[in-house]
C-alpha cells in the first residue's frame, strides 16, 4: 500500500471563507497564523462558498507562494448543489463519474493555484457510485502528480471497505473518513465508523466538532445536559472554554480524530489549540457521553 497521507493534530477548515470578508492579505495572514501554531493541514471543498472559497484562498496563497511547501491541501468533490451560479442543474445531486472527478480536480488546482492536491475525498456517498471507476480515476490521478493521497467523507463502513477493495490491487489505500464527531452527534462512535478507522490504522477528520454551535445555545435537553457537564469538567481544568473539553473528548478516542476547526478568528483557533494540554480521564468522558445519551452506560 501507498504512504498514508500525515495530518497536522488539528486541520484548518475554510467552508466559511467566503463569509468572513477578508481582504487577500487578511486571508495570507490567517494562514500564516494557522502554520505558526503547527496547524498545516487546509481543507476544502469545490462547492465551499458556492465555489468562490478555494479561489479566495488560492488567490491570498498566490500573494506569498512559497508557503504552499508548508501546508497540506485538501479538496473534496462529488456533490454537484443547484447554485445560482450554476444554472444548467435544477436538483441537487452526486456525481462520482470520471469525467466529473478529473474536471473537479482540475477546477480545484486552478482556483488553489497549486500543481497538486495532497488528498482528494469523496465528498460525500453516492448511490450511483461505480467503485472499479472511481479506483481507474483515482489511479490515473495519482500517476500524473495531481492527487498524491486519496481518502472519502461521510462513508459507512461497507461503502468504505467497498472501495477499499477495488483500491487495494492498485497499490492505494484510502487515508481517513471524514466523519461528523462531536459529544451531540456520537453515531460514528457507535456505528462501527471509528473502529474501521483504528482497524485499518487511519486517522478520521472531525467536523462539525462543535454541533454546529447547537452545544452552546440550543435549548433542547440534550444541550442542557451537556453545558451543564462540560462547564463542570472545564471548571476542574481551569478554563472558562467548554469548546476545549469538547476538543479533548474527541481527541481521545483511540482512533486519533483530527478535529477541523472552521474559524478565522485567532483567538478561537488559539483556543482550540490549548485543547492539546487538556488529558480527561474515564469518569469526566463518559461523563460526557451520560450528558449526551440521557441515560449511564448499560
Known amino acids: ?76 468533490y462529488g456533490i454537484k448543489p443547484a447554485f445560482e451560479c450554476t444554472p444548467e442543474r435544477y436538483v441537487n445531486h452526486y456525481d462520482t463519474s470520471e469525467q466529473h472527478i478529473l474536471s473537479s480536480v482540475d477546477n480545484s488546482l486552478t482556483r488553489l493555484h497549486t500543481d497538486h492536491l495532497d488528498l482528494l475525498l469523496i ?4 448511490p450511483l457510485m461505480n467503485a472499479d471507476e472511481v479506483a481507474r480515476t483515482f489511479k490515473l490521478l495519482q500517476q500524473s502528480g495531481k492527487v498524491l493521497h486519496f481518502g ?42 471509528l473502529d474501521l478507522c483504528q482497524q485499518n490504522r487511519i486517522s478520521p477528520m472531525a467536523w462539525s466538532c462543535l454541533g454546529g454551535g447547537d452545544i452552546f445555545t440550543s435549548q433542547s435537553a440534550q444541550a442542557v445536559r451537556l453545558r451543564t457537564v462540560l462547564t463542570r469538567i472545564a471548571d476542574h481544568n481551569e478554563t472558562q472554554d467548554i469548546s476545549q473539553i469538547i476538543y479533548a473528548w474527541i481527541r481521545a478516542l483511540p ?12 483567538e478561537r483557533i488559539q483556543s482550540a489549540m490549548s485543547s492539546k494540554n487538556i ?10 457521553w451520560e450528558a449526551s445519551t440521557g441515560h449511564s452506560v448499560p
Not at 465528498?123 to 453516492?126: K, V
Not at 461503502?159 to 453515531?187: R, W
Not at 482512533?255 to 485567532?266: D, H, L, Y
Open 1 to 76: 500500500m501507498s504512504d498514508l497521507f500525515k495530518m497536522s493534530d488539528f486541520i484548518a477548515g475554510f467552508w466559511r471563507l467566503a463569509s468572513w470578508n477578508y481582504t487577500p492579505q487578511q486571508r495570507l495572514t490567517l494562514i500564516e497564523q494557522y502554520i505558526d501554531l503547527g496547524v498545516t493541514t487546509m481543507d476544502h471543498a469545490d462547492i465551499y462558498g458556492q465555489l468562490q472559497c478555494e479561489s479566495l484562498f488560492g488567490e491570498a496563497l498566490s500573494i506569498k507562494p512559497s508557503l504552499r511547501s508548508e501546508i497540506k491541501l485538501i479538496s473534496k
Open 152 to 193: 472519502v467523507s461521510n462513508f459507512s463502513t461497507h461503502q468504505f471497505e467497498l472501495l477499499q477493495s477495488k483500491l487495494a490491487p492498485m497499490n492505494i489505500q484510502l487515508s481517513t473518513n471524514q466523519v461528523e464527531i462531536s459529544p451531540i452527534n456520537m453515531n460514528s462512535l457507535h456505528d462501527g465508523t
Open 279 to 288: 488529558r480527561l480521564d474515564k469518569q469526566e468522558w463518559f461523563s460526557i
Open 123 to 126: 465528498h460525500r456517498p453516492d
Open 255 to 266: 482512533s486519533q480524530p483530527k478535529p477541523i476547526i472552521g474559524s478565522g478568528k485567532i
